[in-house]
């Protein structure tokens, strides 16, 4: 499994756009790349996921160069209430479930 | 559609008792996850399961804990005896087959308080 590096912590304030970058240089050929949330006293929410370039969902945009070796996700004009952990995670397809690993996270705290 | 179903939701015990954590996944999941989290720790994968059948229980950190999937809709985590170590957030998670990289769905937890 491909081991992801990201940021310990990010402090932002209301309205800004906040981009956590992750990286992740052993990426095989087969891995995507998702991003999950999570709030205090609740487990994780998958936010977004994607194999190359750029995709857009209600919530964030996550941005892939042509090398996969790092990904970042872009949050717009964040509110106090993203304020919360997020994780980066690599992994391949599959039928069947695989060893899902979470790293540390990125504690993000949007300040008013 | 409901989500995964943890219960129960909190629980307190003492130690040495016997703890059972149970779990619901989506209908139509194939493979189930138990984690815990601590704040010293963070968020530990203890073991999955693919169609019933576990596949990595590397995670479990000692005997005390078992965990079991006797079919597709119910599982099991089991912590006998248990200890104010074990006081933590236990989540279950599962996925559905074919899905694309890492995408697992959440439960609520079970917030585990040993004294």
């Known amino acids: 499994l491909a081991k992801t590096t990201q940021p310990i912590s990010m402090d932002s304030y209301e309205g800004q756009e906040v981009n956590i970058t992750c990286s992740h240089n052993?990426?095989?050929?087969?891995?995507?790349i998702t991003w999950y949330q999570q709030f205090p006293s609740q487990g994780p929410r998958f936010i977004i996921q994607?194999?190359?370039t750029k995709v857009t969902n209600e919530v964030a945009s996550l941005f892939i160069p042509a090398d996969r070796k790092s990904s970042t996700l872009s949050l717009p004009r964040v509110s106090l209430s993203d304020t919360a952990v997020y994780y980066c995670?690599?992994?391949?397809?599959?039928?069947?479930?695989?060893?899902?690993?979470f790293g540390a996270g990125t504690r993000l705290f949007v300040k008013a | 559609d409901a989500g995964v179903i943890q219960s129960p939701r909190h629980e307190v015990t003492e130690m040495g008792q016997e703890v059972t954590l149970r779990c619901k996944p989506i209908?139509?999941?194939?493979?189930l996850f138990w984690y815990r989290q601590t704040m010293m720790r963070g968020l530990e994968l203890l073991i999955y399961?693919?169609?019933?059948?576990?596949?990595?229980d590397s995670g479990m950190p000692e005997d005390r804990f078992s965990a079991k999937m006797p079919n597709a809709s119910f599982s099991t985590l089991k912590i006998q005896p248990s200890e104010p170590r074990d006081s933590a957030v236990y989540f279950c998670?599962?996925?559905?087959?074919?899905?694309?990289?890492?995408?697992?769905?959440f439960g609520e937890g079970s917030w585990l308080t040993v004294v």
């Open positions: 998670a599962s996925s559905r087959p074919g899905f694309s990289g890492n995408t697992i769905y």
């Open positions: 052993n990426i095989a050929t087969n891995d995507y």
């Open positions: 994607g194999y190359k």
């Open positions: 995670l690599v992994g391949p397809t599959g039928t069947g479930g695989f060893k899902t690993i």
């Open positions: 209908s139509g999941h194939n493979s």
């Open positions: 399961f693919n169609n019933n059948v576990p596949i990595d």
